[in-house]
């Protein structure tokens, strides 16, 4: 009987599920919950985007460590026939794609110094670099 007084008394116990520790609770789990169904979207539009990359042709490489060419694409057993090297060909499961590879563009050479870019060539004007800096330096000189 003392103990259901003491409860009786206590602010808390009547708030019930309005309390503030409730309140923050239940947003804490909103807050849970939301960020794993964002981390599965965005997991899930990963893999969509990886398997419209994936195509006969194109570089490739498996979770194993596999790198390969795609032959071909068999969508009923979810097979990929990959060409490791020229002529050795080998059959794996297409959840095993990793990472597709982007084919390496050649780099652009770029010399040492700016000069040899322009050198001898006509600019739009119609006069070479060299007529180009000495019609500069000319103009600079009237001005002094």
């Known amino acids: 009987m003392f103990s259901s007084s003491i409860l009786a008394a206590d602010p808390a116990a009547q708030a019930g ?16 919950i939301f960020m794993m169904v964002r981390k599965q979207k965005k997991t899930k539009a990963a893999a969509e985007e990886q398997r419209s990359k994936l195509a006969p042709g194109v570089e490739m490489m498996t979770n194993f460590g596999l790198f390969g060419k795609v032959i071909s694409i ?4 979810n097979k990929i026939l990959l060409e490791i090297s020229p002529g050795t060909t080998a059959t794996v499961h297409r959840q095993t794609v990793a990472k597709i590879i982007a084919p390496v563009e050649a780099e652009t050479v770029v010399p040492d110094d700016a000069s040899s870019l ?8 119609g ?3 060299e007529e180009s800096i000495e019609r500069l330096k000319n103009e600079n000189n009237k001005d002094n």
Do not use: I, Q, W, Y
């Open 118 to 125: 322009t050198l001898g060539k006509l600019g739009e004007t």
């Open 74 to 77: 068999d969508e009923d057993e």
């Open 17 to 32: 599920l309005l309390s503030p520790m409730n309140l923050v609770l239940f947003a804490m789990f909103a807050l849970l």
């Open 127 to 129: 006069e070479t670099a």
